[in-house]
């Protein structure tokens, strides 16, 4: 038989204390008086030791005996129907919620709690619909089950429907923080795309190793062809860069030591044909940020992190240096822009100027403004004056003009809900004099530019859908596409044709936007 559980100080629920420590209820104490707790009948509720009310018991010796006291829960129900899927309408239950409570703080009351058994049933959806679980519209439905149906739901608009796209078989989605495992590129013959794809068999107590695949396509998606997979460490970002002499792919890898195996950017290159060549020489930076190809015999233009310790704190800076089309270096890294603190969010884009030149944007979720620097095939780097103090935030795009380079570009943190990030533009001028003050273009921070000239798209994110939005020619965002979950990290055009990755938690298309 066992011994009755009594109430004992600082003890939790299901212990008790030798006598000698036994709570004297009565007066708020622990002490070793034995002054009886209870006569005969129960003077507490269990509600006072922190369980959920019930009875107590008093033993022969007046101590208060808490043994049917109802163990780590908070709530009991008072009335509980069984599920009854299939009657037409959602079952429910009715709990008691007790607040957390225990003899020396007064006991709030409890409250009786609604608690739904069911997402359906039958044609009761719960007043959801498609679009209130985040797609664009469709017909919500109910299983067998009791559960949402949502494979009626339309993820595309209807327009972009009509658009050809195709659907990539094995990419799943990486992320970590706002850092996308893929990489995209149009050149005027082909669209592409690379992806992390299985983790290798291997000890789970040694850095993960992964695979990549590159898949290819034509211009009107009618034909996608792809790589066998083949090994890239443990990849984290990766930039991909195309032109008619063939791909090159950077990947930048974590590890655990330093050297020619450690951490570091590495860079793949992929002829017309698909195949992957080996990488070029790793080059120990933490994350690539873009990779810009060159034009006819130029060499291209690689940048990614570096952090290191400044004269006072750890800083982060863009570096970048030039590979040839093996992905070999062709030069040290050079530092591009002032360093920022580690705690500043870096973002960089680049673009080919022509004439053996690359035009960078370096800026960041704190000061110093943003950036523009000048790089050419020797890897000389000349940085432009800054333009204008209100030009600070983490760009976006870079588009080169004949006299111009036009900036996209995000003000406020991602990772912020009181500072949530808008989408700013600037124009400046080659010699770097700001053309245009920078201005507000859309409340919602993009994740990136469709098209060319006047029919340029900005793709932005809402608050419950992604939206399409004319640049030049503004009017209200128009819906792209919606799902719980969905991405479109990569945006790239080519010519007249402009494409995207969407990605959700469970398919990925190559869409072609215009």
Request: aromatic share 6%; charged share 20%.
């Amino acid at each position: 038989m066992l011994a009755p559980l009594v109430a004992s100080a600082g003890a939790p629920p299901g212990t008790a204390k030798p006598a000698s420590q036994e709570l004297d209820v009565r007066e708020g104490r622990a002490g070793a008086a034995a002054t009886p707790r209870c006569l005969g009948k129960p003077a507490y509720d269990c509600h006072a030791f922190g369980y959920a009310p019930g009875p107590t018991v008093c033993t022969p010796e007046g101590e208060v005996d808490i043994t049917g006291c109802m163990r780590s829960t908070w709530s009991h129900s008072r009335s509980l129907r069984p599920e009854l899927c299939g009657n037409g309408r959602i079952d429910t239950k009715t709990e008691v919620e007790c607040p957390e409570c225990f003899w020396w703080n007064d006991c709030l009351p409890c409250e009786d709690v609604v608690r739904k058994l069911e997402e359906c049933d039958g044609k009761d959806l719960d007043g959801k619909t498609c679009w209130s679980l985040g797609y664009l519209d469709g017909d919500l439905a109910c299983t067998a089950q009791c559960t949402l149906d949502t494979g009626s739901c339309r993820t595309l608009a209807a327009d972009f429907l009509r658009q050809p796209w195709l659907t990539l078989p094995g990419l799943a989605r990486f992320a970590w923080g706002d850092h996308v495992a893929g990489a995209l590129s149009a050149v005027s013959g082909a669209v592409g795309v690379a992806w992390r794809s299985r983790r290798l068999p291997g000890p789970e107590s040694e850095s993960p190793a992964y695979e990549a695949v590159f898949a290819w396509a034509d211009p009107d998606l009618r034909v996608l062809r792809t790589t066998r997979p083949f090994p890239v460490g443990h990849a984290g970002s990766m930039q991909l860069g195309g032109n008619e002499r063939g791909w090159l792919l950077a990947v930048a890898t974590y590890g655990d030591t330093l050297g020619p195996s450690g951490p570091g950017v590495r860079t793949y290159p992929i002829s017309p044909r698909g195949d992957v060549g080996p990488p070029g020489a790793n080059v120990p930076h933490q994350e690539a940020l873009f990779l810009v190809r060159g034009a006819g015999g130029e060499p291209s233009l690689v940048g990614a992190l570096n952090g290191f310790i400044g004269p006072d704190q750890p800083v982060w800076a863009l570096d970048g240096w030039l590979v040839d089309d093996r992905g070999e270096p062709l030069t040290k890294p050079f530092q591009i822009g002032t360093p920022v603190l580690t705690y500043s969010v870096l973002g960089a884009r680049a673009v080919y100027l022509g004439g053996g030149r690359f035009a960078v944007a370096r800026g960041s979720t704190r000061s110093p403004a943003i950036e523009i620097a000048l790089v050419d095939v020797k890897g000389q780097v000349q940085v432009l004056p800054a333009a204008h103090p209100r030009l600070v935030g983490t760009p976006v795009d870079i588009f080169a003009l004949p006299d111009r380079l036009e900036l996209i570009y995000l003000v406020g943190s991602t990772k912020s809900s009181i500072d949530p990030p808008s989408t700013y533009a600037a124009s400046v001028s080659l010699d770097g004099k700001l053309i245009e003050l920078p201005r507000r273009i859309d409340p919602e921070p993009a994740f990136g530019v469709a098209g060319a000239g006047a029919g340029r798209v900005l793709v932005t994110r809402s608050s419950d859908h992604l939206a399409r939005q004319h640049l030049l020619s503004g009017g209200a965002p128009k819906p792209l596409a919606g799902a719980p979950d969905v991405l479109i990290p990569l945006i790239v055009s080519a010519g007249d044709a402009s494409y995207a990755l969407l990605s959700t938690s469970t398919e990925a298309r190559l869409l072609r936007l215009r």
